[in-house]
T-cell receptor
């Protein structure tokens, strides 16, 4: 199993450009998450999904869109890139259901470093 | 008030020391709590889960105080390899459903020889 795969690893955008960060998992996990991490800060939840066709806003959803058409994929879309979106983006997944020992672990991708100039 | 707040750090301790971090949460209905470790802004890794009053795993002990709404992480006999950022994570749901997992800002630990 590859686990959680994020692409690209690095990207530089100009202000106003758009792009999609890809995230795929091959573990048949129901729950998937997008976080961003600014320098010296923790992770902020952008969007999450508890299954195909279901998405919910997190703490910082403005400027982003997501879709979940399949269990495997959870792409994050930036429509009009702004310098404030310069950050490291992490995608994560977990099995799903009621949190309990054995199913609570978040599996992370290796991150995407995005710079908006 | 932020949903999850941690000791700002950084904590600089000598090898062998005992160090403790605190994390407060705002939603009293929260049922599930976690500590993750992050090295050099790589992907975070689960360190411990806390569902009841506490949990212990070797040199690491996590405790939950529901009345005061905080969890703590205690590291005994610190090793150089413990140097990392420790992230507190809370599921703010009364039903223990994992939809939302909120991270604190992290506490940096540096263990010196």
């Amino acid at each position: 199993n590859a686990g959680v795969t994020q692409t690209p690893k690095f990207r530089i955008l100009k202000i106003g450009q758009s792009m999609t960060l890809q995230c795929a998992q091959d573990m048949n996990h129901n729950y998937m998450y997008w976080y961003r991490q600014d320098p010296g800060m923790g992770l902020k939840l952008i969007y999450y999904s508890v299954g195909a066709g279901i998405t919910d806003k997190g703490e910082v959803p403005n400027g982003y869109n997501v879709s979940r058409s399949t269990t495997e994929d959870f792409p994050l879309r930036l429509e009009l890139a702004a310098p404030s979106q310069t950050s490291v983006y992490f995608c994560a997944s977990r099995v799903g259901g009621t949190l309990a020992t054995g199913n609570e672990k978040l599996f992370f991708g290796s991150g995407t470093q995005l710079s908006v100039l | 008030r932020k949903e999850v707040e941690q000791d700002p750090g950084p904590f600089n301790v000598p090898e062998g020391a005992t160090v403790a971090f605190n994390c407060t949460y705002s939603n009293s209905a929260s049922q599930s709590f976690f500590w993750y470790r992050q090295d050099c802004r790589k992907e975070p890794k689960l360190l411990m889960s806390v569902y009841s009053s506490g949990n212990e795993d070797g040199r690491f002990t996590a405790q939950l105080n529901r009345a005061s709404q905080y969890i703590s992480l205690l590291i005994r006999d610190s090793k150089l390899s413990d140097s990392a950022t420790y992230l507190c994570v809370v599921n703010p749901s009364i039903y223990n459903q994992g939809g939302k997992l909120i991270f604190g800002q992290g506490t940096e630990l540096s263990v010196k020889p």
